[in-house]
């Protein structure tokens, strides 16, 4: 067995994410068998006809059982309580690695460490990927290719583990770093949470305008709005748990932006164009950077037939 793979992965949750993990995997021949559980039959029965499943279970207990890894890709609000359901159950494997892909990372440590048995390696993570779409049919092998996953082990977390894990995200495509619960989730408030509610509440501020029609608003949407309606296309259920997950980063993150945005008010205000024409050229080298990074795409339908788009579709 090469590093990296296990003999049965089990996907608690085969949407978006979990069926990219599985048909990555199966791209890089990392799993001899894969699993999964969902909340509803239909979406089992769709992940098994599409042949992202091996084998299809209601519980995750049933689905974790024998599995030397366990990936959990429900909802943050959800995972202790997954979690302590396996463990009542008696189901984890001795030796079996335990993860996530959440985008909350202090608030899953907090909820399942708890409920993780002594011989189970519980090493958190975040694939730094996703689009607007959800369900099984979402998925696709290349969503991980040149992205980032972040994994954010516990200070007593075995080492092997942790680099096993690491290979695993490597050779779904993940360029991987570690760091603390808490740094991720201050990193992740300002890159992926803040501009995730910045576009649910400009969407909605555009739905509620009395003297704008939802008809221009639509017919109009060719400029910068229309990027900021496929971001809040993103499923309400996990973005609801991020920020009831992560609260205190991102009202650190939202208190710096609304100084920043009196600035540029303020600037606007009274004629300061200087002042303009700097904030905008600061933030344009910063996006400059994004792309020579490699975290852009080209590709004209970016973001709208769940093929391509960094950010937490995810997450």
Known sequence: MKGGSFERIALIGVGLIGSSIALAARRAGLADCVV???????????????????????????????????????????????????NAAGAFREGAILTDVGSVKAAIVADVAPHVPNGVHFVPGHPIAGTEQSGPEAGFAELFDNRWCILTPPANCDDAAVGRLQSFWEGLGSHV??????????????????????????VNTAENLERVTDREVIKYSAGGFR?????AASDPTMWRDVFLNNKEAVLEMLGRFSEDLTAMQRAIRFGDGETLYRLFSEARELRRGIVEAGQDTDAPDFGRRGRTMDGDGDE
Request: glycine fraction near 8%; proline fraction near 4%.
């Open 177 to 202: 770093e570690l760091m603390t619960p808490e740094h991720h989730d201050l990193v992740l408030a300002i890159t992926s949470h803040v501009p995730h509610l910045i576009a649910f509440n400009i």
């Open 36 to 86: 999964g559980s969902a909340r509803t039959a239909a979406t089992v029965e769709t992940a098994l006809r599409l042949g992202i499943i091996d084998e299809g279970f209601s519980s995750a207990a049933e689905a974790a059982r024998g599995s030397d890894l366990v990936v959990l890709c429900a909802p943050v609000g959800v995972c202790g309580a997954i979690v302590e359901h396996i």
């Open 227 to 231: 990027d900021f309606t496929r971001i």
